[in-house]
Nanobody, 124 residues
Framework: QVQLVESGGGLVQAGGSLRLSCAASGRTIPSYVMGWFRQAPGQEREFVSAISWTYGYRYYADSVKGRFTISRDNAKNTVYLQMNNLKPEDTAVYFC?????????????????WGQGTQVTVSS
């Protein structure tokens, strides 16, 4: 089994920054894509960003493009999400996920493993 553990969430004022980390452990899998999703109360889980594990291709939702940066450290089996210029509408629980095969990287159903989530709260 694969475990994903997120960290780095917290409370920040609008315009501030946070860096989320997602550490993978357990059975080694050739993950195709690592993704970040978020879910606000009463909302569906939405795609934020993704990175291909082998080639490092990066993908972003339009709402975070230019503010968030996804990166990976293959040696540490860790994916990061640097979030700058945070806005109150970024408030949500952020989840990392791993997909072991191809498919639409924006679709949660294509991901096989999920972390427990970390809360990000942005105050105005």
């Amino acid at each position: 089994q694969v475990q994903l553990v997120e960290s780095g969430g917290g409370l920040v004022q609008a315009g501030g920054s946070l860096r989320l980390s997602c550490a993978a452990s357990g059975r080694t899998i050739p993950s195709y894509v690592m993704g970040w999703f978020r879910q606000a109360p009463g909302q569906e889980r939405e795609f934020v960003s993704a990175i291909s594990w082998t080639y490092g291709y990066r993908y972003y939702a339009d709402s975070v493009k230019g503010r968030f940066t996804i990166s990976r450290d293959n040696a540490k089996n860790t994916v990061y999400l640097q979030m700058n210029n945070l806005k109150p509408e970024d408030t949500a629980v952020y989840f990392c996920a791993a997909a072991v095969s191809g498919g639409d990287y924006r679709a949660p159903e294509n991901y096989n493993y999920w972390g427990q989530g970390t809360q990000v709260t942005v105050s105005s």
